[in-house]
């Protein structure tokens, strides 16, 4: 527990990490308009889609977590329902809810709400994602934070890993949208 990584395995991280950002570069294309930033231009494949969504979902939570509780003395594959049911959601909502929404040019299922239910009802729902999104990501973001700080052997601060983590995340964003995201 007490060894930390090595210049190797530090190498290996920034190849990574260029070689991500590059690749993000060279595939966003550019960003003219707000449908462009949000939808890709429309250009993304589905298979590239899928595979950022699911690769989100697999957050340093997932990660760290799910062995300690699948082989922990007392585990158990509970969490294995969830990952079958985020497969049947998927298949839901790819063949009942992308269809409409792409043909209604509808950016999120709140713009969805607000012609339905109306701005008040959109307004609500989104305040109450947000904030559910700003906790389950505040958790993401330390978890992930705190593996770096031991990763570098506690040369980083929880507080500057945090910074760092979320530096690298705007500058990906800003570079080219969902295109650089996917």
């Known amino acids: 527990m007490g060894a930390t990584l090595t ?3 530090w190498s290996i991280v920034a190849g990574y990490l260029l ?17 462009d930033f949000f939808l890709g231009g429309r250009t993304l494949p ?22 300690s509780i699948a082989f922990a003395a007392t585990g158990n594959f509970t969490y294995l329902q969830l990952g079958i049911g985020t497969i049947v959601a998927r298949i839901i909502v790819g ?28 307004q609500l729902v989104t305040v109450l994602f947000l904030i559910g999104q700003l ?12 593996v770096l700080q031991v990763a570098t052997g506690n040369r980083l601060s929880l507080h500057e890993s945090i910074w760092l983590i979320g530096a690298v995340s705007i500058a990906w964003t800003l570079i080219g949208g969902i ?4």
């Open 7 to 9: 210049w190797v395995d």
């Open 19 to 35: 070689l991500t950002t590059v690749l993000g570069v060279l595939l966003s294309g550019k960003q003219q308009t707000f449908r």
């Open 46 to 67: 589905w298979y590239a889609v899928a595979g950022s969504i699911i690769s989100t979902e697999i957050s340093a939570v997932t990660f760290v977590g799910v062995p």
């Open 95 to 122: 063949f009942w809810f992308v269809p409409a929404f792409y043909e209604r040019e509808i950016y999120s299922p709140y713009d969805y709400m607000e012609r339905r239910l109306g701005p008040r009802v959109k």
């Open 135 to 146: 906790l389950g990501q505040g958790v993401r973001v330390g978890l992930t934070a705190l």
């Open 179 to 182: 295109s650089t995201v996917v």
